[in-house]
């Protein structure tokens, strides 16, 4: 079995294919460029690296949102069309919880962060029960400070993880004190292998049936729902 997944939903950009219990290749970036020029290249690169053909790839994972409005459609996008071209299943996962698979080895509760601005972030709980993460508290899109009042309530020490936890980590540090752990950088970005292992375990879907998941709609919807209600 041959699963190939993708991750455009930050600034990080991620594929990696995995075959049997082994990474077979994995390809991460994390700066500023262009997701839409950048992705199908990724992949088309990673498979010829790990000779693999398209159609030897049984199934798709994709991180489905949320994150980037625009990172997370493409990556759903490319990721449909793929699987859709090639008639097999596509696994939509969680970014957040790929964010807080980067805390595997850490014993006690994961909390993943990309930064929403104006102080607000996406985030969710996590926890590892033996070699599955498993979410504690469901995505969602909240104030920091709010979430970290709310944190308050879980005995144990937290692990922050993201590359945006240090846009927040005052104010994760003044309200949770030392129960909050701050992970180390090299564990910042989302690992497309831990993409696809999730993934491989969950059920399977059609490409027309995976869609993005942002939880809060963009600015300009909001604005436009509005103008609508008061027309």
Request: contains cysteine.
């Amino acid at each position: 079995m041959k699963i190939l997944s993708i991750d455009t939903s930050n600034y990080p950009l991620g594929v990696a294919l995995i075959e049997e219990g082994k990474v077979v290749g994995e390809y991460i970036t994390n700066f500023k460029r262009n997701h839409s020029v950048r992705a199908m290249p990724a992949v088309e690169q990673l498979l010829k690296e790990c000779e693999t053909e398209p159609k030897e790839l049984t199934k798709i994972v994709v991180a489905n949102g949320p994150g980037s409005y625009t990172g997370v459609r493409i990556g759903v996008t490319l990721a449909k069309t793929l699987a859709w071209s090639l008639d097999i299943p596509l696994i939509p996962v969680s970014s957040l919880a790929v964010l807080a698979a980067s805390g595997r080895y850490f014993n006690g509760y994961i909390v993943p962060i990309f930064d929403a601005r104006r102080g607000q972030v996406y985030t969710g709980l996590y926890k590892f029960e033996g070699d599955q993460i498993k979410q504690v508290e469901e995505d969602r899109n909240m104030l920091l400070a709010d979430w970290a009042n709310k944190l308050k309530e879980y005995d144990g020490e937290i692990l922050f993880v993201g590359n945006d936890v240090s846009i927040h980590e005052e104010t994760i540090k003044e309200v949770l004190g030392d129960q909050a752990k701050v992970a180390p950088f090299v564990s910042n970005n989302p690992r497309p292998s831990e993409l696809a292992f999730i993934g491989a375990e969950l059920q399977e879907n059609t490409a027309h049936e995976v869609v993005p998941n942002y939880i809060r709609l963009a600015e300009a919807e909001v604005k436009w729902l509005e103008s609508q209600k008061n027309s």
